[in-house]
T-cell receptor, first 113, second 115 residues
Framework: GENVEQHPSTLSVQEGDSAVIKCTYS??????FPWYKQELGKGPQLIID?????GEKKDQRIAVTLNKTAKHFSLHITETQPEDSAVYFC????????????FGRGTSLIVHP | KAGVTQTPRYLIKTRGQQVTLSCSPI?????VSWYQQTPGQGLQFLFE???????NKGNFPGRFSGRQFSNSRSEMNVSTLELGDSALYLC??????????????FGPGTRLTVL
């Protein structure tokens, strides 16, 4: 089955710095890669996603890049703010099929004011 | 539009008991998935229901079961609770019929503690 590795497990940055979280996946058939943000006491919230026919996607301060050949994708957050502090999860799955999504173990991002 | 709602939010049970958790998806969403989240194992897929039928199932024992009603609301049941079942149980709904891989919207979860 699919295996998703996520690094780092903890990331501490100063406000205004950039943060990068990386994930690798094992199944070359995976074609849908969402990122979720989970704040304390809440469920994960989708923040951005990318499909395998796209190499990069941006949404304001957030961007995701995908390298299908290397089977890795990354989340980039620029100009970090204290409210970005949360746990971020990546996932990989096959969209449109009956395929179980596999999640990374999560990255705890801490943004210091 | 109201988000995914889960009840109850917190639950304390003892070993051997059973528990039923409820999930109401976003209006119009027909797919409901359940996940178990623990510090040790992370987010693990339990099962997915679509049109009252279980369409996908994760690698959990038969003590974990679920169902979906005609209004898309879903329940999951855990029988003969074990200490290791203590976790945050998350429900997620999807808008279309494309399976559990479509964009999912999560509820706040039910925190289950087994004593």
């Amino acid at each position: 089955g699919e295996n998703v590795e996520q690094h780092p497990s903890t990331l501490s940055v100063q406000e205004g710095d950039s943060a990068v979280i990386k994930c690798t996946y094992s199944d070359s058939a995976s074609n849908y890669f969402p990122w979720y943000k989970q704040e304390l006491g809440k469920g994960p919230q989708l923040i951005i996603d990318i499909r395998s026919n796209v190499g990069e996607k941006k949404d304001q301060r957030i961007a995701v890049t995908l390298n299908k050949t290397a089977k890795h994708f990354s989340l980039h957050i620029t100009e970090t703010q204290p409210e970005d502090s949360a746990v971020y999860f990546c996932a990989a799955s096959i969209q449109g099929g009956s395929y179980i999504p596999t999640f990374g173990r999560g990255t705890s991002l801490i943004v210091h004011p | 539009k109201a988000g995914v709602t889960q009840t109850p939010r917190y639950l304390i049970k003892t070993r051997g008991q059973q528990v039923t958790l409820s999930c109401s998806p976003i209006s119009g969403h027909r797919s409901v998935s359940w996940y178990q989240q623990t510090p040790g194992q992370g987010l693990q897929f339990l099962f997915e229901y679509f049109s009252e039928t279980q369409r996908n199932k994760g690698n959990f024992p038969g003590r974990f079961s679920g169902r979906q009603f005609s209004n898309s609301r879903s329940e999951m049941n855990v029988s003969t609770l074990e200490l290791g079942d203590s976790a945050l149980y998350l429900c997620a709904s999807s808008p279309s019929s494309g399976g559990s891989t479509d964009t999912q919207y999560f509820g706040p979860g039910t925190r289950l503690t087994v004593l």
